[in-house]
């Protein structure tokens, strides 16, 4: 079994910022992406962005220069600084993990997703 658990949504205002946090635990052999989706009412789930445990940084065109994604490898967490909200920034942002398993499986697992909502 594997948990991802988030932390640090809320409400903010447009300029805001946040800083979304995520830790892993259970049975983890190894991690080799982690990073966060969001999925906002009425859409699908997006990438916003990842972190491979090789370093190499994905993020969506949306969100590049504003949002900042960092990892400890060694603690298998994942933090989301985010700056400049906007509006359309509002979503549930859930964390995800390509977990090594001690077993020997390798799958996707989320979080339960944490909101954040920018308004004024």
């Known amino acids: 079994q594997v948990q991802l658990v988030e932390s640090g949504g809320g409400l903010v205002q447009p300029g805001g910022s946040l800083r979304l946090s995520c830790a892993a635990s259970?049975?983890?052999?190894?991690?080799?992406?982690m990073g966060w989706y969001r999925q906002a009412p009425g859409k699908q789930r997006e990438l916003v962005a990842t972190k491979t445990s090789g370093g190499s940084i994905n993020y969506a065109d949306s969100v590049k220069g504003r949002f900042t994604i960092s990892r400890d490898n060694a603690k298998n967490t994942v933090s989301l600084q985010i700056n400049s909200l906007k509006p359309e920034d509002t979503a549930v942002y859930y964390c995800?993990?390509?977990?090594?398993?001690?077993?020997?499986?390798?799958?996707?697992?989320w979080g339960q997703g944490t909101q954040v909502t920018v308004s004024s």
């Open positions: 995800n993990a390509f977990v090594l398993t001690r077993y020997g499986t390798a799958s996707d697992y």
């Open positions: 259970g049975d983890i052999l190894s991690i080799s992406a």
